[in-house]
């Protein structure tokens, strides 16, 4: 499975960007996927979680009613909503698959390349 992440940005505090998640080499759908961020200097953090056919949903404390994960297995494809960003959201933010949603990077086996999220005035 190759994963291509996309939809970062420099955007204003209070700003919303919306990213994608795209597979390309198996079908999406039968994999959880999970979206992770890493700012500089930081180390990789677990944001948000989806199953397979997408009726549950999972979210870090930091983001849980912020951002919101969906996904639409006919276009291969996990979103991840980010709407009232702030500065400290400011990371590269990776998806990656997996058989179960996890908070673990160990336990997901396909990793997307990063989109960077960038929030200043």
């Known amino acids: 499975v190759q994963l291509q992440a996309s939809g970062g940005g420099l955007v204003l505090p209070g700003g919303s960007l919306k990213l994608s998640c795209t597979a390309t080499g198996h079908i999406l759908g039968t994999y959880a996927v999970g979206w992770f961020r890493q700012a500089p200097g930081n180390e990789g953090q677990w944001l948000s979680g989806?199953?397979?056919?997408?009726?549950?949903?999972y979210y870090h404390d930091s983001v849980l009613g912020r951002f919101t994960i969906s996904r639409d297995n006919a276009k291969n494809t996990v979103y991840l909503q980010m709407p009232g960003l702030k500065p400290e959201d400011t990371a590269v933010y990776y998806c990656?698959?997996?058989?179960?949603?996890?908070?673990?990077?160990?336990?997901?086996?396909?990793w997307g390349q990063g989109t960077l999220v960038t929030v200043s005035s």
């Open positions: 990656a698959a997996a058989d179960k949603v996890g908070v673990n990077q160990a336990q997901y086996r396909y």
């Open positions: 989806i199953t397979g056919s997408g009726e549950r949903t």
